[in-house]
């Protein structure tokens, strides 16, 4: 059974940071597989924030690009979200995604709430 559990959210004031963690147990051949970070804020739709191929390449949303960083750490089956100067409009619930052969997987969510 694939299973992703995130960690790392909280409550954070513009301009801070929080690093968010990705652990997946369940998939084989990790290595291979496509992983991101999605948002959803209230009354809005999922969106993509971040992803990261198999070999690495990292692709951003034009609304973190230069803020957030996508990192994967194979070894670890575990995939990474720096996100720095954060503003309120980050606040969201975030989740991890995989992707392997046309199956897709998601974690729990975590809440990051940007506020002073």
């Known amino acids: 059974q694939v299973q992703l559990v995130e960690s790392g959210g909280g409550l954070v004031q513009p301009g801070g940071s929080l690093r968010l963690s990705c652990a997946a147990s369940?998939?084989?051949?990790?290595?291979?597989?496509?992983m991101g970070w999605y948002r959803q804020a209230p009354g809005k739709e999922r969106e993509l924030v971040a992803g990261v191929t198999s070999g690495g390449s990292p692709n951003y949303a034009d609304s973190v690009k230069g803020r957030f960083t996508i990192s994967r750490d194979n070894a670890k089956r575990s995939v990474y979200l720096q996100m720095n100067s954060l503003k309120p409009e980050d606040t969201a619930v975030y989740y991890c995604h995989a992707q392997k052969f046309g199956n897709e997987y998601w974690g729990q969510g975590t809440q990051v709430t940007v506020s002073s």
């Open positions: 369940g998939i084989t051949m990790f290595s291979i597989v496509a």
